[in-house]
């Protein structure tokens, strides 16, 4: 069944019981993590075509992230009845369904992996282009997204994501438009991060 969220509507919170998958349709959903000291962090944002929401498929276990949509987003929700009859009548569903989990695992060791690059523009130029890896477009892809937001996902203050995210539009790299970040140019962020290697 589709559900549609609107901007800053959450699917589910973190300790929720557990409930159903989600693929996104439309819009997009940011990956909201529980911090020891900060307390709920954006952590990701999933884009068109991602899967989320599987951790109750393995465990059955209350919710360990929430999702919250980042723009009016549309999902394709399936409720964990409809999952378990699904994989009783097709016998390779099983797999197929905990493949979602090892793609979601690559997403987590590459957010942790940019956010071990030393320098805050180096993290950021990372953050900019994980983001774009979901989409399809070989244009610009505009992200909804502030510079606030930007700066909470690579662990920089808000003052230096500022200055960097202008040094990397006055490069022609992206574009900065209210509550949205558009990457004109990822091959010269690529370049950035090659040359600083």
């Known amino acids: 069944m589709r559900r549609f969220y609107d901007t800053g509507a959450y699917t589910h919170h973190i300790g929720d019981?557990?409930?159903?998958?989600?693929?996104?349709?439309?819009?997009?959903?940011?990956?909201m993590v529980a911090n020891r000291r900060a307390g709920l962090l954006l952590g990701h944002i999933f884009r068109r075509g991602a899967w989320f929401g599987q951790g109750p498929l393995l465990?059955?276990?209350?919710?360990?992230?929430?999702f919250?949509?980042?723009?009016?987003?549309?999902?394709?929700?399936?409720?964990?009845?409809?999952?378990?009859?699904?994989a009783r009548e097709l016998p390779d569903a099983r797999r197929?369904?905990?493949?979602?989990?090892?793609?979601?695992q690559a997403t987590v060791i590459e957010a942790i992996s940019d956010l071990l690059l030393r320098r805050a523009d180096e993290r950021i130029a990372a953050l900019l282009l994980r983001l774009c890896e979901a989409d399809t477009a070989t244009g610009p892809?505009?992200?909804?997204?502030?510079?606030?937001?930007?700066?909470?996902?690579?662990?920089?203050?808000?003052?230096?994501?500022?200055a960097v995210l202008r040094r990397f539009a006055?490069?022609?790299?992206?574009?900065?438009?209210?509550g949205t970040i558009t990457v004109t140019d990822a091959a010269a962020l690529e370049d950035f991060l090659a040359q600083e290697a």
């Open 17 to 31: 019981e557990a409930s159903g998958l989600f693929g996104l349709c439309e819009g997009s959903f940011g990956v």
């Open 96 to 104: 197929r369904l905990m493949s979602l989990s090892e793609y979601n």
């Open 59 to 66: 465990t059955r276990k209350p919710r360990g992230l929430a």
């Open 170 to 178: 006055r490069q022609g790299a992206i574009s900065i438009g209210y």
């Open 141 to 162: 892809v505009t992200h909804v997204v502030t510079q606030a937001e930007m700066a909470e996902m690579s662990n920089v203050s808000r003052p230096t994501a500022n």
């Open 68 to 86: 919250r949509a980042m723009e009016p987003s549309t999902v394709l929700y399936l409720p964990l009845g409809a999952i378990d009859l699904i």
